[in-house]
C-alpha cells in the first residue's frame, strides 16, 4: 500500500455548486481516501475596490468509490454590490492505494 495525491485546478467565473470526478488511478485501499483546500486565487473582473461580503469556497459530498474519488466544490464570491466574483481553486486528493 501506497500514499498517492492527485492536485487539480477548478476554474469559477460565477457563484456555483459544481460536481467533480477525479481517478486515481488504480483501487483505493478500504475507501481511504479524502480531498482537501490546497489554495485559491480569488478575485473580480474590474478594477475596482470591492468590499467582500460573502467569499466560500467548500468541499463536499466527497464519495469515495473504487478508484476514484466523486465531490462537490461549492464556490461564492460577492460584495456588497451583489457584484460577483470569480477565481482558481486548487484541490488535492490523498488515497491510500492497493
Same mark, same amino acid.
Not at 481517478?23 to 478594477?47: E, F, V
Not at 469556497?57 to 461564492?76: A, H, M
Given at each position: 500500500?501506497?500514499i498517492?495525491t492527485?492536485t487539480?485546478?477548478?476554474?469559477?467565473?460565477?457563484?456555483?455548486?459544481?460536481?467533480?470526478?477525479?481517478?486515481?488511478?488504480?483501487?483505493?485501499?478500504?475507501?481511504?481516501?479524502?480531498?482537501?483546500?490546497? #489554495?485559491?486565487?480569488?478575485?473580480?473582473?474590474?478594477?475596482?475596490?470591492?468590499?467582500?461580503?460573502?467569499?466560500?469556497?467548500?468541499?463536499?459530498?466527497?464519495?469515495?468509490?473504487?478508484?476514484?474519488?466523486?465531490?462537490?466544490?461549492?464556490?461564492?464570491?460577492?460584495?456588497?454590490?451583489?457584484?460577483?466574483?470569480? #477565481?482558481?481553486?486548487?484541490?488535492?486528493?490523498?488515497?491510500?492505494?492497493?
Amino acid at each position: 500500500m501506497a500514499i498517492k495525491t492527485i492536485t487539480k485546478t477548478h476554474n469559477f467565473s460565477s457563484t456555483t455548486e459544481e460536481d467533480f470526478s477525479i481517478d486515481m488511478g488504480g483501487k483505493i485501499y478500504n475507501g481511504q481516501a479524502t480531498m482537501a483546500l490546497q #489554495g485559491y486565487d480569488i478575485g473580480y473582473q474590474d478594477d475596482y475596490d470591492h468590499n467582500v461580503r460573502i467569499c466560500k469556497i467548500r468541499i463536499t459530498n466527497i464519495k469515495v468509490l473504487e478508484t476514484k474519488i466523486d465531490y462537490t466544490i461549492i464556490f461564492e464570491l460577492r460584495d456588497d454590490g451583489d457584484h460577483v466574483g470569480e #477565481g482558481l481553486v486548487d484541490i488535492v486528493a490523498i488515497a491510500d492505494m492497493e
